[in-house]
């Protein structure tokens, strides 16, 4: 499936931004969904998951209470609201999509098979 990641831009320190994820052929209901970003001189690391039905979310513990991922399937689109960032939240992000059940088990990027391009936050303080 083919990804695309959306909703980047500049934000100032305390504000808040939703990124949006879609696919090419309407078909995100059907993956575990994931975000993760990739800061300056950073391994891509894990943000949040969310299955299929949108009703199991979990959480690096980086981002625990200020991000939430979430879903619409009838639109087929993945949200990443993120509120209160700070400046070492400016990275690319990207949405990822696997199959299986579970949310808080295969977190890694190597446990994502589809990718989108990636979308700039940058984060001024």
């Known amino acids: 499936v083919q990804l695309q990641a959306s909703g980047g831009g500049l934000v100032q320190t305390g504000g808040s931004r939703r990124l949006s994820c879609t696919a090419s052929?309407?078909?995100?209901?059907?993956?575990?969904m994931g975000w993760f970003r990739r800061a300056p001189g950073k391994e891509r690391g894990f943000l949040a998951s969310i299955d299929r039905s949108g009703d199991r979310r979990f959480y690096a513990d980086s981002v625990k209470g200020r991000f939430t991922i979430s879903r619409d399937n009838a639109e087929d689109t993945v949200y990443l609201q993120m509120n209160s960032l700070k400046p070492e939240d400016t990275a690319v992000y990207y949405c990822?999509?696997?199959?299986?059940?579970?949310?808080?088990?295969?977190?890694?990027?190597?446990?994502?098979?589809?990718w989108g391009q990636g979308t700039q936050v940058t984060v001024s303080s």
């Open positions: 052929d309407r078909t995100l209901r059907n993956y575990v």
């Open positions: 990822a999509a696997r199959s299986g059940t579970y949310v808080h088990t295969r977190t890694r990027s190597t446990d994502f098979g589809s």
